[in-house]
């Protein structure tokens, strides 16, 4: 019997004037529960019990121990009800990690809107485009926009992230509209990454991908700036459509080369392999997965332009 058990035990016993009572109400031996207190006043140094034939009753010490030992039975059991809670009901504080674009464009309205239904919730929005170790900073969820490798972490997939070629109609009159990867090399592209060195696009051809070297006019590792420079006219872009969908949509910027488009991405949830998953984190996700599942509003553009 550990030391919680052996305090319980003893506890009991002060309670119920008896071992036998205190057996019975624990579901043990007469002998395991004064086994129990007799290592308890071993380990202690310390007479816990006046035994007499008709009844147990505490010592000096006994009755300041037991007053502790409730103090601390009664403050386990109120954690371990709260745990228990938290597990059945969404609350306290959910840590989110996300990409800057992706999260100041869909996720913020997404928790808005999360909120609203999980009012207990207290919600930690962290943006950044760069890939953390969300085990390592204690992130509930990870938002991640890539072709996931293997990973220690469990992965729900929320939606696709299609990457597409465009530009503005203003750059394609002026440039012509490129039709084959070899193209690229002819037009100034806007590039996704630290560096313009040799810079090259992944483009599907003849059911392969393909690495195509293109010609660098810009180039950033934020989504956002190259947009803008897109619809000021300066070049292609290889962007995510929910970066860019809605310019598609109002024939700010125009697809091209839409059967070479690159390989589409994943957006996936991201969390900790665990036994017992938070119901705050599960709720989220299940959350996302309703709002970004089906055909995701940056991809609607497509509809719109077919009907």
């Excluded at 390592?136 to 939606?159: F, H, P, Q, W, Y």
């Amino acid at each position: 019997m550990d030391k919680l058990e052996a305090m319980n035990a003893f506890a009991k016993v002060v309670a119920l004037g008896s071992y036998a009572e205190a057996g019975r109400a624990l579901g043990l031996t007469r002998s395991a529960v004064s086994k129990a207190v007799m290592e308890l006043e071993h380990h202690l140094g310390a007479r816990l019990l006046d035994r007499t034939t008709r009844r147990v009753g505490p010592t000096e010490a006994g009755l300041a121990y037991y007053e502790r030992c409730l103090d601390v039975l009664s403050r386990i059991e109120e954690t371990e009800m709260q745990i228990s809670r938290l597990q059945h009901e969404p609350k306290g504080l959910l840590r989110i990690n996300a990409p800057m674009s992706f999260g100041a464009l869909y996720l913020g309205r997404a928790v808005a809107d999360f909120m609203i239904a999980y009012p207990d919730l207290r919600i930690e929005l962290s943006l950044t485009d760069r890939f953390i170790d969300p085990i390592e900073e204690g992130v509930d969820v990870t938002i991640r926009i890539a072709a996931l490798n293997d990973s220690s972490l469990i992965a729900r997939k929320l939606a696709a992230a299609r990457i597409v070629i465009a530009a503005s109609p203003e750059y394609l009159q002026q440039n012509g509209i490129p039709t084959t990867p070899a193209d690229l090399l002819q037009h100034r592209c806007l590039v996704y990454g630290h560096t313009s060195m040799l810079a090259k696009w992944q483009l599907q051809m003849d059911g392969e991908i393909v690495s195509t070297p293109v010609n660098s006019r810009v180039c950033s590792n934020n989504g956002d700036v190259l947009r803008a420079a897109a619809l000021a006219g300066h070049g292609l872009i290889n962007l995510p459509t929910f970066l860019i969908g809605p310019d598609l949509a109002e024939g700010r910027l125009r697809l091209v080369m839409a059967e070479h488009a690159p390989p589409p991405l994943g957006i996936y949830a991201l969390y900790a392999p665990n036994r017992y998953l938070a119901v705050k984190t599960r709720v989220f996700i299940d959350f996302l997965a309703q709002r970004f599942g089906g055909v995701p509003e940056w991809d609607r553009f497509a509809q719109a332009s077919a009907s």
